[in-house]
């Protein structure tokens, strides 16, 4: 649990997220490799990374037909600084963001909000930046001139209100970016533009009268990166293993870093490459492989029950969940359910399924497009969660533990 807690902490960002997966990969002897470079596919692990994504592998020494993939996303909701982000209002220093993803945007308010992402410089160098110390602030309106708040509810324009303060007086123009320059130790004239975000500066924590629960930024989706990343980095596979974790999940996944992309698809076919496979293995071996797509899971919430399939309740501590839609907002069929259920039996760890209440909108994983894009059989699974998409969210002690095991086990293989 500490290791968890340690790298939720650390990857405040998509970027940072990427950085501690390769560092874990690294640590069990995985070898870093250019994304430009030859990829090197013997025995052992290699991994790349392109900016907020990673994918990674491990190459048995007889390894059987087919490649068994985990995968996940590194991004979560949260306010992204815009590129003139310089503004102001009644006296106050503010600093413009947009929402990205669906965020639960009320959770950010009256947090302490430190910053994080890359910097690009004009030499052409891109450098990560975290700022851990609170400098946003995004002030609620006292419920003495907002007196019906609590009966309306929180009500944010966007664009009005949605604006954090990071000081008094007049905004200054490129104020956001001398900021930048100091934190880098730079020029200002080298910062030429970011990729920057805001972070909550809460402590990841363990929480509940007995322990058994955690809190903290970011458990959607980092908790199933750390998961993938561990198991991959025990090195148990009997196949070619496979983590991918890409960027920009919460808004579609349609970028060169996201699940849409190329960047799974090519790496798999330069794995077969490099092992000197044809075109036609390759195909071959996509048609005997597996991807268990591992993203958080809907808890039921003990003040909202009826928001919930009453026949598919899922619970913190009790195991990975099997995610099952007929609309495929969840790629799992019967046959990758059975697969990822017979992994968690000879792991012994419990596991559940989840279906979503047939009245009302499904949200979706990186799952569909991965089967659609590589025609890989696909199971959806994931870790029982509360406050998805908050600033700060909720899961179980034990979750993270058994999904390890079951990942572990459907790498090892039956």
């Known amino acids: 649990m500490t290791e968890l807690l340690e790298f939720l902490g650390r990857s405040p960002s998509p970027y940072h997220a990427a950085e501690s997966a390769a560092s874990l990969l690294s640590e069990a002897g995985f070898r870093r490799q250019s994304i430009g470079e030859p990829l090197d596919a013997s025995v052992g692990g290699g991994f790349v990374v392109r900016g907020g994504a990673i994918v990674a592998w491990h190459v048995p020494s007889d390894p059987a037909p087919g490649f068994v993939v985990i995968g996940a996303h590194t991004d979560s909701p949260n306010l992204r600084v815009k590129p003139h982000p310089d503004v ?61 708040v609590n009966e309306r509810g929180v009500v944010l324009d966007r664009q009005q209100h949605v604006v954090p303060i990071w000081g008094l007086g007049q905004p200054e123009e490129g104020g956001f970016a001398r900021f930048l320059a100091k934190e880098l130790g730079v020029s200002v004239d080298d910062v030429v533009a970011w990729d920057v975000m805001t972070h909550d500066l809460a402590a990841p924590a363990v929480l509940g009268v007995d322990g058994e629960l955690i809190a903290s930024g970011r458990l959607d989706n980092l908790v199933s990166v750390w998961c993938g990343a561990t198991a991959l980095a025990r090195m148990e596979s009997n196949r070619i293993a496979v983590l991918a974790c890409f960027d920009h999940e919460e808004v579609g996944s349609e970028t060169s870093t996201g699940a849409a992309s190329p960047l799974l698809a090519d790496t798999l076919e330069r794995i077969t490459a490099a092992r000197g496979g044809s075109r036609s293995d390759h195909l071959a071996a996509i048609s005997t492989s597996l991807c268990v797509s591992a993203d958080m899971a809907h808890a039921v919430h003990p003040s909202y029950p009826d928001r919930y399939e009453p026949s598919h309740l899922v619970h913190p501590n009790r195991g990975p969940v099997i995610k099952t839609n007929v609309g495929q907002r969840y790629a799992t069929d019967a046959a990758t359910a059975a697969e990822f259920a017979s992994a968690c039996d000879r792991a012994g760890v419990p596991w559940q399924v989840y279906s979503h209440r047939s009245n009302m909108a499904c949200g979706s994983t990186i799952g569909p497009i991965t089967a659609m894009r590589l025609g890989i059989a696909t199971v959806d699974v994931g870790n029982p969660m509360l406050s998805m998409h908050s600033a700060r969210e909720m899961a179980g002690r034990d979750d993270a533990g058994y999904m390890v095991e079951a990942m572990t086990e459907v790498l090892r293989g039956a």
Do not use: C, F, K, M
């Open 88 to 148: 102001g209002s009644a006296g106050y220093r503010q600093i413009g963001v947009d929402v990205y993803g669906g965020a639960l945007v009320n959770s950010w308010l009256d947090r302490d909000l430190g910053l994080s992402g890359r910097v690009a410089l004009r030499s052409g160098e891109v450098r990560l930046v975290e700022v851990a110390r609170p400098v946003l602030r995004l002030s609620q309106l006292a419920i003495h001139l907002d007196r019906d």
